[in-house]
């Protein structure tokens, strides 16, 4: 079943969710779809604790505050979100609206379609081992999706995050055989994961191996061994059915390549008067457009967001007038925002 | 300053290195290819570089930010650093780095 709405808007980053709260003040319903499960993008993937300097009005602002204040600032405009799903497919309709489908197979009809997706999508990293893609999907796995896919089997997870020390600890009782290898004895996960980890090593629940992954061995996708290399450079066959690693998440252009868009090294050509790009109804605002003098700063897509706001409306309402207001003074507004 | 880096196909350029800047910043200016998504916040690993020659034992140590978010980066050797946390200055005229695998 398709929803059917105002403008959808690819992207939940600060841009995404700005442009909310200019569609808002217009009347204009959104709804967003997000590769990540939470709102932020990379402010919040990347760098959630680190301190931003360059946004107006606040001197000093985390990734996660700075997301924070968006997602309250647009609260009144009760935006639906559509986490862990990527914009798959862009169609236009024959009533001239886009239909963007995502990869879980959730489909939004929109006159107007917002691309805010920055660098594109998160996506996990692959590890750089000879002839990996033909285990992918197989045996070797970037997420647990189905926890009872893995019971009986003999895991390898690799890594030394919170990814990695959580499914450790949450498959163990599962499977026939864990192991996490993790090329030196110290994590960057949260203390109480590494403890419990070590608890189930020293009780030869799991085995852990200060070690990196150098070789897959297998036939038709399914793996049978990996060689593992040691901190002395010393080399082993290890015996495994499944291999998981977790090296964290990379950012991927993705399917908006194939949207039909006229792409410039992975940017959306826009204008600067809509930040349209050259497909009418399709818009692309914060760091994925590229125009003359474009700046990588959230501030610029703020500022985009707000002028791709005036020309949504106009394909949206084609036949009503559109008359500037500012928050201060406006009483309808202040109505919107809910403090008149 | 000179840098001295060798790309991911076995191409060395040598560019020029600005005092105070990090590595990542002037690779990327030469149109090298790291991805340095995070833009330097030591928060993503996609600038990570082998350090060569001798001049790894030049550094700085890492800092355990560092080492924290080498954890996330591919191919990691004991020459690993990531280039967003070198300092470009004078006493590292001529350094060598490999632009890690992506």
Not at chain 1, 64 to 74: C, R
Not at chain 1, 245 to 255: W, Y
Request: charged fraction near 20%; proline fraction near 5%.
């Amino acid at each position: 079943m398709s929803i059917e709405t105002d403008v959808a808007i690819i992207g939940a980053g600060p841009i995404g969710l700005f442009a909310v709260f200019e569609l808002g003040l217009l009347d204009l319903k959104a709804h967003l779809v997000d590769i990540l499960d939470r709102p932020g993008g990379q402010c919040t993937e990347l760098y959630p604790e680190k301190p931003i300097y360059d946004i107006p009005g606040l001197p000093i602002v985390t990734g996660q505050e700075l997301t924070d204040k968006l997602l309250e600032q647009i609260k009144p405009f009760n935006p639906t979100f559509h986490f862990s799903q990527m914009a798959a497919a862009l169609s236009k309709l024959e009533d001239g609206r886009w239909k963007l489908t995502t990869d879980s197979g959730t489909e939004i009809v929109a006159p107007v379609v917002v691309i805010a997706a920055g660098g594109g999508s998160f996506v996990p990293k692959r590890p750089p081992i000879a002839g990996i893609e033909a285990y992918e999907g197989k045996s070797v796995h970037y997420a647990v999706r189905k926890m009872e896919a893995f019971r009986g089997k003999n895991i390898l997870i690799a890594g030394g995050g919170d990814s990695a020390l959580d499914w450790t600890i949450n498959l163990a009782p599962i499977a026939s055989k864990l192991t996490l290898v993790h090329h030196r004895d110290g994590f960057r996960a949260a203390q109480h994961s590494v403890n419990q980890m070590r608890e189930l090593a020293a009780h030869g629940k799991i085995n852990f191996e200060i070690a990196s992954v150098k070789a897959l061995h297998g036939d038709n996708g399914q793996l049978n061994a990996v060689t593992l290399a040691g901190a002395d450079k010393r080399e082993w066959e290890h015996a495994c059915d499944t291999f998981i690693p977790f090296f964290g998440l990379t950012i991927k252009l993705g399917p908006i390549a194939d949207f039909g868009l006229n792409l410039t090294e992975n940017l959306i050509g826009v204008d600067t008067e809509k930040f349209q790009s050259t497909t009418p109804g399709v818009f692309a605002i914060g760091d994925i457009n590229t125009y003359p003098g474009k700046l990588k700063l959230i501030l610029s897509g703020f500022h985009e967001a707000a002028l791709m706001a005036q020309a949504a409306f106009h394909i949206v309402k084609p036949n009503e007038k559109l008359r500037f207001q500012y928050t201060t003074s406006s009483s309808s507004l202040q109505k919107k925002l809910g403090v008149a | 300053m000179k840098i001295v880096a060798t790309d991911r196909k076995g191409q060395v350029h040598e560019i020029e290195g600005r005092d105070g800047w990090s590595v990542m910043e002037m690779l990327r200016d030469a149109g090298l290819p790291v991805a340095a998504e995070c833009g330097g916040a030591c928060a993503c690993a996609t600038c990570h570089v082998y350090v060569t020659d001798g001049w790894y034992e030049k550094l700085p140590a890492r800092s355990d930010a560092e080492v924290d978010m080498l954890d996330m980066a591919l191919a990691v050797e004991d020459n690993s650093r990531l280039s967003c946390q070198i300092t470009c200055a004078e006493d590292l005229d001529g350094i060598k780095v490999t632009i890690a695998p992506e």
